[in-house]
């Protein structure tokens, strides 16, 4: 279990800071961002938060090792159940007028459960990657407006 604890905290925190990922969307951010979440002002990519602490954020990452989509829906989903995340359910989901794969992911943290959502789609030579992360409860209630704007991209 302090495992699972670790890797939560890392993913809290992995959200909260704005990282060095040099990595841009190129929509203007307030089409990428889900209603009643707040954009970071300073960021270079796309990162918002809830009223209720939801995190959100879309990064880019280098297509390497170069694979399709079905790759990379596999590869995702092993590594965060082996990393010791539950998982909750997974599903094909259009990214604007890409395909895309959504995980959702569950982990305790202290005495609560958190989300993890992730997205992805296929842009060229790169992952376009969508995650959010909150406390389940509160996760809950953006849900569906997360998963709308993640529909919603054009990358």
Not at 88 to 112: F, N, S, V
Request: aromatic letters at 10%; glycine letters at 6%.
């Amino acid at each position: 279990m302090n495992m699972t604890k670790e890797i939560v905290k890392i993913l809290i925190c992995s959200l909260i800071v704005t990282g060095s990922f040099g990595c841009s969307y190129s929509l203007p951010k307030e089409q990428n961002i889900p209603e009643g979440f707040a954009p970071y002002a300073d960021s270079k990519i796309v990162r918002a938060v809830s009223s209720d602490g939801v995190m959100y954020r879309i990064r880019r990452e280098k297509n390497e090792p170069f694979a399709e989509l079905a790759f990379w829906k596999e590869a995702l989903k092993k590594r965060m159940v082996d990393a010791g995340y539950t998982f909750m359910k997974d599903e094909d989901i259009d990214m604007g007028k890409r395909p895309g794969y959504l995980l959702e992911l569950a982990a305790p943290l202290g005495t609560q459960d958190y989300t993890y959502l992730i997205a992805l789609c296929l842009q060229d030579d790169q992952l376009v990657i969508v995650e959010a992360a909150g406390e389940m409860t509160s996760f809950k209630t953006r849900r569906q407006e997360i998963i709308a704007t993640v529909q919603g991209l054009e990358p």
